[in-house]
């Protein structure tokens, strides 16, 4: 004789929710760390340019330091190096002529706006020749060139993608434009310069 088992619905109602719930968090904790790996992995700093390039377009100020920043335009990270560029810049703005690089063919306008939040910075606006000459990879990378044109410093001042606040990029890049000897470089946190941004 067969015995009839009986299943309460509401029973398997609770499981089917229970397993929905644990897949459900399983899926936010695993991007999240996604997200995390891509926010703290660096960009690829290219092969950087030791010394000005002798046929770049951009001019420099004779006698002065420059500081250039290379920006793709609709990278979601440039917003903060900009701000963290400006903070730098602020503690001393005679300390080097400030260029911003963008690369319009592709990515379209830098915001004008966006730019004038870094005090005495001018825009150059370029369709990938100068971040091929200077060996740029990476967008958010910074490169301070002394007045005779021997690079002090390469890479990012951003902690991670997006990030604002003190990092070890800033520091160095803060040590390089009071000390015209010391020449250091940082890992730099950006959207590649050489195809669309997120």
Excluded: K
């Excluded at 891509?38 to 010394?51: C, I, N, Q, R, V």
């Excluded at 903070?87 to 830098?110: N, S």
């Amino acid at each position: 004789m067969r015995t009839a088992t009986i299943v309460d619905p509401t029973r398997r109602r609770r499981w089917w929710a229970a397993g929905i719930v644990a897949l459900s968090c399983l899926a936010t904790v695993g991007a999240g760390a996604a997200q995390l790996r891509y926010a703290f992995t660096p960009g690829e700093l290219g092969e950087p340019a030791l010394t000005w390039p002798e046929h770049s377009g951009i001019t420099r100020v004779p006698g002065r330091a420059t500081l250039l920043m290379f920006v793709h335009p609709r990278c979601t990270c440039t917003r903060a190096s900009l701000d963290e560029l400006a903070e730098v810049i602020a503690l001393d703005p005679t300390a080097a002529d400030v260029i911003l690089v963008v690369d319009d063919e592709d990515h379209g306008p830098l915001a004008p706006a966006v730019a004038l939040d870094v005090p005495g910075a001018r825009i150059v606006h370029e369709h990938g020749e100068e971040t091929e000459r200077f060996g740029v990879a990476t967008s958010g990378e910074v490169m301070l060139f002394a007045a005779g044109g021997e690079r002090r410093f390469v890479g990012g001042i951003t902690a991670s993608r997006g990030a604002r606040g003190s990092s070890p990029g800033r520091v160095a890049l803060e040590a390089a434009l009071t000390d015209p000897h010391r020449a250091t470089d940082a890992a730099v946190y950006g959207c590649p310069l050489t195809e669309s941004a997120p």
